[in-house]
T-cell receptor, first 113, second 115 residues
Framework: DQQVKQNSPSLSVQEGRISILNCDYTNSMFDYFLWYKKYPAEGPTFLIS?????DKNEDGRFTVFLNKSAKHLSLHIVPSQPGDSAVYFC????????????FGTGTRLTVIP | EAGVAQSPRYKIIEKRQSVAFWCNPI?????LYWYQQILGQGPKLLIQ????????DSQLPKDRFSAERLKGVDSTLKIQPAKLEDSAVYLCASSRPGQGTDTQYFGPGTRLTVL
């Protein structure tokens, strides 16, 4: 049972435009959400996170939006750069729990120069 | 600050053989995780240590997988005997609890191929 889902396996965007990556979850106990970025032959790198008490968190070109009622979050990258090309994983956890992360299947973003 | 170190980076074995992976977490990180990432899927937690104690190993196939973190620092993950479906990237991650976040820092992983 996949508790975190990323339904788009891939996304292509022109350089300078906005990239929007989506993620849905089913477990209402999740209260902390993260995005990781992964380059080939490397481990995932933490990108940005959001607590369930917020609906938006921004860090430079990266913004994560959380819609708790829809159990949906999204990552916006503006403007997109070729170096952003990577696989992006959405992850969720229960802060009061054992800190286990549940990952989605990832979305491969390609930013076209 | 040095990142999470893992070795080997790649391993090819035949089914029914045994294999071991090593992880050295970021200095000062008390919590250590082993994940399995099968091609096309997200990482899946196998086991979590807090210092040298096991916090969660509910997803670890204990008939063939074992892990230890004897001194609360380095950790090893062993598979014996390996099956074809164990082919995956094995990721180690660490975090420093008590900071109010769940940020885990990952190593580069070990890619295991079972023939």
């Amino acid at each position: 049972d996949q508790q975190v889902k990323q339904n788009s396996p891939s996304l292509s965007v022109q350089e300078g435009r906005i990239s929007i990556l989506n993620c849905d979850y089913t477990n209402s106990m999740f209260d902390y959400f993260l995005w990781y970025k992964k380059y080939p032959a490397e481990g995932p790198t933490f990108l940005i996170s959001i607590s369930s008490i917020k609906d938006k968190n921004e860090d430079g070109r990266f913004t994560v939006f959380l819609n708790k009622s829809a159990k949906h979050l999204s990552l916006h990258i503006v403007p997109s750069q070729p170096g952003d090309s990577a696989v992006y994983f959405c992850a969720a956890s229960v802060l009061s729990g054992a800190n286990n992360l549940f990952f989605g299947t990832g979305t491969r973003l390609t930013v076209i120069p | 600050e040095a990142g999470v170190a893992q070795s080997p980076r790649y391993k090819i074995i035949e089914k029914r053989q045994s294999v071991a992976f090593w992880c050295n977490p970021i200095s000062g990180h008390a919590t250590l995780y082993w994940y399995q990432q099968i091609l096309g899927q997200g990482p899946k937690l196998l086991i979590q240590f807090q210092n040298n104690g096991v916090v969660d190993d509910s997803q670890l196939p204990k008939d063939r997988f074992s892990a230890e973190r004897l001194k609360g620092v380095d950790s090893t993950l062993k598979i014996q005997p390996a099956k074809l479906e164990d082919s995956a990237v094995y990721l180690c991650a660490s975090s420093r609890p008590g900071q109010g976040t769940d940020t885990q820092y990952f190593g580069p992983g070990t890619r295991l191929t079972v023939l």
